[in-house]
């Protein structure tokens, strides 16, 4: 019913850039908070950042300063510009969504992008 679609990940060097995108569609009411989240080998999924559908945003203390999140709510998008990457920020990442989605008996629920790795060599 809602379908998100990352983008962006790849290979970077400790130091360089990435930014990570994704984008939701399908049967979409409202969709409230959005962030990413990362889940490096052998580690649990932690939340990477996150902002609320009034552009509150919240960090990670790891990633304070050199991540910044941003949304487009007329295109349900959010994206992850990652500066000055390090090699303990490599992970997969997922994007995760809060939505309603439309019609009688929509629901509230988050759901999960498939994941983009991240990986930055030292």
């Known amino acids: 019913q809602v379908r998100l679609v990352e983008s962006g990940g790849g290979l970077v060097q400790a130091g360089g850039s990435l930014r990570l995108s994704c984008a939701a569609s399908?049967?979409?009411?409202?969709?409230?908070?959005m962030g990413w989240y990362r889940q490096a080998p052998g580690k649990q999924r932690e939340l990477v950042a996150s902002i609320t559908n009034i552009g509150s945003t919240n960090y990670a203390d790891s990633v304070k300063g050199r991540f910044t999140i941003s949304r487009d709510n007329a295109k349900n998008t959010v994206s992850l510009q990652m500066n000055s990457l390090k090699p303990e920020d490599t992970a997969v990442y997922y994007c995760?969504?809060?939505?309603?989605?439309?019609?009688?008996?929509?629901?509230?629920?988050?759901?999960w992008g498939q994941g983009t790795r991240v990986t930055v060599s030292s």
């Open positions: 995760n969504v809060g939505a309603r989605t439309r019609g009688v008996g929509g629901y509230y629920t988050h759901y």
């Open positions: 399908g049967s979409i009411f409202s969709i409230n908070d």
